[in-house]
């Protein structure tokens, strides 16, 4: 049972043009919500997070919007930039409902065109 | 400051042999994760650890595999007899505590390849 879906396995970009990476989830208890970053042969790096009491959350070129009515949150990286190429993963938790259980979605492989 | 480390790095072992699977989590980490991915999968959740508490095994898909941590720092991911279903990236993670909006934040290490064969 995926909580945590991502929809779109791939997107291309060209370069210093918006990313837009989408995240939908399924449990309305989640309330914690991370961005991590994956390239290639290397483990995924934390990229932003936000938690349910904000619907944005801004990092340089990097913010994440939360629609909890809709259990929707999205990654938007602008301007996209070549070296941002890599699968993005969302994850999300609750303590009080899942315990310590961080569930990922299946990624986003993200190609930014020079 | 040294980040994750887990290793091997990469594993090839035949169907029905033990593997062990090492992580050294990031100093003064409290908390461990470990997770798999397989191919076309998301990350899977196995077991964590948070200091001394008893770990939470609730991700483990089989009896076949078990964790342990010592000392509250090294852990190791053990898989009895192997089977060709095993194959995918073992991802090990730390992180301080798991209170507070930043705090979080889980830091991964490169992860094992494990194909069995």
């Known amino acids: 049972d995926q909580q945590v879906k991502q929809n779109s396995p791939s997107l291309s970009v060209q370069e210093g043009r918006i990313s837009i990476l989408n995240c939908d989830y399924t449990?309305?208890?989640?309330?914690?919500f991370l961005w991590y970053k994956k390239y290639p042969a290397e483990g995924p790096t934390f990229l932003i997070s936000i938690s349910s009491i904000k619907d944005k959350n801004e990092d340089g070129r990097f913010t994440v919007f939360l629609n909890k009515s809709a259990k929707h949150l999205s990654l938007h990286i602008v301007p996209s930039q070549p070296g941002d190429s890599a699968v993005y993963f969302c994850a999300a938790s609750s303590y009080a409902n899942t315990g310590n259980q961080f569930y990922f979605g299946t990624g986003t492989s993200l190609t930014v065109i020079p | 400051g040294a980040g994750v480390s887990q290793s091997p790095s990469n594993k090839v072992t035949e169907k029905g042999k033990d593997v062990e699977l090492r992580c050294d989590p990031i100093?003064?980490?409290?908390?461990l994760y470990w997770y798999r991915q397989s191919l076309g999968q998301g990350l899977e959740f196995l077991i964590y650890f948070q200091g001394n508490s008893a770990p939470d095994k609730s991700g483990l898909p089989s009896d076949r595999f078990s964790a342990e941590r010592t000392g509250g720092s090294v852990s190791t991911l053990t898989i009895q007899r192997t089977q060709q279903e095993d194959s995918a990236v073992y991802l090990c993670?730390?992180?301080?505590?798991?209170?507070?909006?930043?705090?979080?934040?889980?830091?991964f290490g490169p992860g094992t390849r494990l194909t069995v064969l």
């Open positions: 993670a730390s992180s301080f505590t798991l209170s507070g909006e930043g705090a979080d934040t889980q830091y």
């Open positions: 449990n309305s208890m989640f309330d914690y």
């Open positions: 100093s003064g980490h409290t908390a």
